[in-house]
């Protein structure tokens, strides 16, 4: 069963998760790129780090050392939650604050990067003006929410990558109980 230290674990490397994805975001704006879609996909990895930390450090804090697979997927995919929740609340704030241009830079390049004639034509052959339209459209109405939102839950979301992760995490550090049959 969950020992004393589930909680405490999921915090401490859920918050550690969330502030290296917003270290890792301050990192990439210093090198002044906008640190948001495809530039901030690394940070992905550094949740999974957390998710490997968590699940050792639980097990380590059982008594026997032991582990069962569905506390290694809890603890997995709840650091993971927190950790996403923690970024992602960092984010909102941080793309709200005034005098932040992060997002409509973002907002800009992404437009400019879709009017580019191949990438356009592209999209209209596969989807449609209508379709390529109502895409530019939901980019200029783009809020700090949404890419909140999106750093929980999206596709490139962590909970979605996280949770095959979390599975191959809990399959790794399982460890049974060993009982002794009385002869």
Same mark, same amino acid.
């Given at each position: 069963m969950f020992?004393?230290?589930?909680?405490?674990?999921?915090?401490?490397?859920g918050l550690l998760a969330g502030f290296l994805?917003?270290?890792?975001?301050?990192?990439?704006?210093s090198l002044g790129q906008v640190p948001l879609d495809g530039k901030?996909?690394?940070?992905?990895?550094?949740?999974f780090v957390c998710m490997v930390l968590a699940v050792r450090a639980y097990r380590k804090n059982n008594t026997d050392q032991t582990l069962h697979f569905w506390e290694g997927l809890a603890v997995a995919n709840l650091t993971n939650l927190f950790g996403a929740i923690v970024s992602a609340v960092g984010l909102y704030f941080w793309l709200s604050s005034s005098g932040n241009t992060i997002l409509s830079d973002y907002i800009s390049q992404t437009i =400019?990067?879709? =009017?580019m004639p191949s990438v356009k034509n592209g999209y209209i052959k596969e989807m449609g003006v209508?379709?390529?339209?109502? $895409?530019?459209?939901?980019f200029k109405v783009l809020s700090p929410k949404d890419i909140a939102v999106?750093?929980?839950?999206?596709?490139?979301?962590?909970?979605?990558l996280g949770i095959l992760?979390?599975?191959? $995490?809990?399959?790794?550090?399982?460890? =049974?109980?060993?009982?002794?049959k009385n002869k």
């Amino acid at each position: 069963m969950f020992n004393k230290s589930f909680i405490k674990t999921i915090v401490l490397y859920g918050l550690l998760a969330g502030f290296l994805t917003l270290g890792y975001c301050l990192f990439v704006k210093s090198l002044g790129q906008v640190p948001l879609d495809g530039k901030k996909a690394p940070s992905v990895l550094l949740s999974f780090v957390c998710m490997v930390l968590a699940v050792r450090a639980y097990r380590k804090n059982n008594t026997d050392q032991t582990l069962h697979f569905w506390e290694g997927l809890a603890v997995a995919n709840l650091t993971n939650l927190f950790g996403a929740i923690v970024s992602a609340v960092g984010l909102y704030f941080w793309l709200s604050s005034s005098g932040n241009t992060i997002l409509s830079d973002y907002i800009s390049q992404t437009i =400019q990067m879709l =009017q580019m004639p191949s990438v356009k034509n592209g999209y209209i052959k596969e989807m449609g003006v209508e379709s390529f339209n109502s $895409i530019i459209a939901a980019f200029k109405v783009l809020s700090p929410k949404d890419i909140a939102v999106d750093e929980i839950i999206g596709l490139k979301g962590k909970i979605p990558l996280g949770i095959l992760v979390s599975i191959m $995490i809990s399959l790794f550090f399982r460890k =049974q109980y060993v009982y002794i049959k009385n002869k």
